[in-house]
């Protein structure tokens, strides 16, 4: 039951309406890692965690709060299975502090980790990409609550966890991914039902489930491993109770899926037409001949790279020459509010450089620098 309302929920189901992203990777990674700490091989928990460093580079903030659960729970086990526990949580954030200070940095052009709490990585705000307007540090409650949706992704999430799991101690690792969405400004990092991001949280919610299941079980399972035989009706029946509430609580990510199912892509599968924008996008494909240069935002950066030399918007600023093409989809999430096309854009990122409009349809916009 838990598994069908994971695989068929709101992370999944988001992430694969999204795009197809290397955070997928990571979702069996934190599956099997999960359920080796309810079944407490800390061996096979640590080794199938460990590659999350080479996933994406806050990932290595993951294992490194897997270690501390992993301590945590060890903590009667001796001072060598916490010190290791420990030790293996270090790992992780020494992965991450030398992946974002010294190897992303050294390969980037300007010599910096792109990716900041402001939006910058996004490509969208100035010519140079990101915005540079300074804001205040807002409050954790800001942080948590401020849009709402944060609240509804936070309540989702919980219900992924059938709200008992959040007592878990593996339900920690839902902190990093959720520390650096929420106090980031871009806001489509916020929501619950089309983020590829959420992808990672759901298998942590659903062990999280499983794991105070298997701590309300345990004494009727280590009776029945013993073949012992239950110590009086009122042992029985507190099994029994036991037994109930843990079907209950398994009930509840179900039940959220059908509450939510109306917001998810499966449940609009039977009403899918072609979209009107998917001849506009393939006409601004045609727009950019093979073989040239083109700068773009990523709804169609992936289809562009073919035969094309293709930058992601605001990062071309240390080439000699600008790109020869822009490519921009005007309603693209990367822009927010912002009101944009491909020729002012062009000519702003680029000065001393001009470029004409060749193509604009639907949203999409194509220019061709002229000089």
Not at 46 to 69: C, N, R, S
Not at 127 to 150: F, Q
Request: hydrophobic content about 50%; charged content about 15%.
């Amino acid at each position: 039951l838990v598994g069908l309302a994971y695989g068929l929920g709101w992370g999944l189901q988001g992430a694969v309406g999204a795009q197809f992203h290397e955070v997928c990777v990571a979702v069996p990674l934190l599956a099997f890692g999960g359920v080796a700490f309810v079944e407490r091989r800390w061996g096979a928990c640590m080794a199938w965690l460990a590659p999350l460093v080479l996933v994406k580079e806050d990932l290595g903030l993951t294992v490194f709060v897997a270690g501390l659960a992993i301590a945590w729970r060890r903590r009667r086990e001796g001072r060598t299975a916490v010190l290791r526990s420990i030790a293996y949580a270090l790992f992780g954030i020494v992965v991450f502090v030398l992946t974002v200070k010294v190897l992303l940095p050294a390969m980037n052009p300007a010599g910096t980790w792109a990716y900041s709490l402001d939006g910058a990585a996004t490509g969208a705000g100035t010519p140079t990409g990101g915005t540079t307007a300074a804001r205040a540090i807002p409050s954790l409650w800001d942080i948590l609550t401020t849009p709402s949706v944060k609240l509804v992704t936070l309540i989702v999430l919980a219900a992924g966890a059938g709200f008992v799991g959040t007592a878990s101690p593996w339900f920690a690792l839902v902190a990093p991914t959720l520390a650096w969405r929420f106090a980031g400004s871009v806001e489509a990092y916020y929501g619950w039902n089309s983020w590829h991001y959420n992808a990672v949280l759901v298998p942590i919610a659903a062990c999280s489930l499983l794991d105070v299941i298997d701590q309300w079980l345990a004494p009727e399972r280590a009776t029945a491993e013993t073949g012992a035989e239950p110590g009086d009706e009122v042992s029985a029946s507190s099994n029994l109770g036991w037994r109930v509430a843990a079907w209950a609580v398994a009930c509840v990510p179900a039940a959220s899926l059908a509450l939510t199912a109306s917001s998810l892509p499966l449940w609009h599968l039977p009403d899918l037409k072609e979209d009107p924008r998917m001849a506009a996008a393939l006409g601004a494909l045609d727009a950019v001949p093979e073989g040239v240069s083109v700068e773009t935002d990523t709804t169609l950066l992936a289809r562009l790279v073919p035969g094309r030399e293709v930058y992601w918007v605001g990062t071309t600023g240390t080439l000699d020459t600008p790109p020869e093409y822009v490519v921009i989809d005007a309603r693209s999430y990367a822009w927010g509010d912002q009101q944009v096309d491909a020729e002012s854009w062009g000519s702003a990122a680029h000065p001393g450089h001009t470029y004409e409009t060749v193509y604009a349809k639907q949203g999409f916009r194509v220019a061709r620098r002229t000089s």
